[in-house]
């Protein structure tokens, strides 16, 4: 979800609200590209949070993209069938959808999906050194580092990324500022 400056505000709303549901990791502006971002040191750049288990990424990305009803959701799909299930399915019968409190009820017939195929990360040519998760994610901490001091990771490559474009560009930009921040401490 895009946001000018109000990613954590939402994050912190929408947690408040659906059941199960808890804020991640927040990413902060650091002084290191203050030339590019402009923001003050400290300022959030992305919150990763869960509604009731679904991942989303709340990114504080300017006022270029005004937020609006889409959502991207995530479905790890093993097998081509699993692919080809929820493809076909959403697009056949339609989706209905329910409000919450009032129990009123909407049909939709969407005209297509957009659907993400990869989920296998291309993490194979790293050293055995760099720790992966069972299925190839690299972990990383909060800084984006990886288990070998210096070598960074951002995107849908790592572990607990939310597999969404402007979540990867701001990733993508977390770690520029991590890297920086850690050569001038080498």
């Given at each position: 979800m895009w946001f000018a400056t109000q990613a954590e505000a939402a994050a912190r709303f929408y947690t408040g609200i659906f059941r199960n549901s808890r804020i991640g990791r927040i990413t902060r502006y650091g002084a290191a590209?203050?030339?590019?971002?402009?923001?003050?040191?400290?300022?959030?750049?992305?919150?990763?949070?869960?509604?009731?288990?679904?991942?989303?990424?709340?990114?504080?990305?300017?006022?270029?993209?005004?937020?609006?009803?889409a959502i991207s959701l995530q479905v790890r799909c093993d097998t081509q069938a699993e692919i080809d299930y929820y493809w076909?399915?959403?697009?056949?019968?339609?989706?209905?959808?329910?409000?919450?409190?009032?129990?009123?009820?909407?049909?939709?017939?969407?005209?297509?999906?957009?659907?993400?195929?990869?989920?296998?990360?291309?993490?194979?040519?790293?050293?055995?050194?760099?720790?992966?998760?069972?299925?190839?994610?690299?972990?990383?901490?909060?800084?984006?580092?990886?288990?070998?001091?210096?070598?960074?990771?951002?995107?849908?490559v790592r572990l607990g990324s939310t597999k969404q474009a402007a979540s990867a560009a701001g990733e993508g930009a977390t770690a520029a500022l991590m890297i920086r921040e850690y050569l001038n401490r080498i």
């Open positions: 590209g203050f030339e590019a971002h402009g923001k003050p040191v400290g300022t959030v750049l992305t919150v990763d949070f869960e509604l009731d288990g679904q991942a989303f990424t709340a990114l504080n990305g300017g006022p270029v993209f005004r937020f609006n009803e076909e399915k959403p697009s056949e019968s339609g989706i209905t959808i329910r409000h919450r409190i009032s129990g009123e009820t909407e049909h939709l017939d969407p005209k297509g999906i957009f659907m993400f195929i990869g989920l296998s990360p291309n993490s194979a040519w790293l050293p055995g050194a760099v720790n992966r998760d069972h299925t190839g994610f690299i972990v990383t901490n909060t800084a984006l580092e990886t288990s070998i001091p210096g070598v960074f990771a951002a995107g849908d």
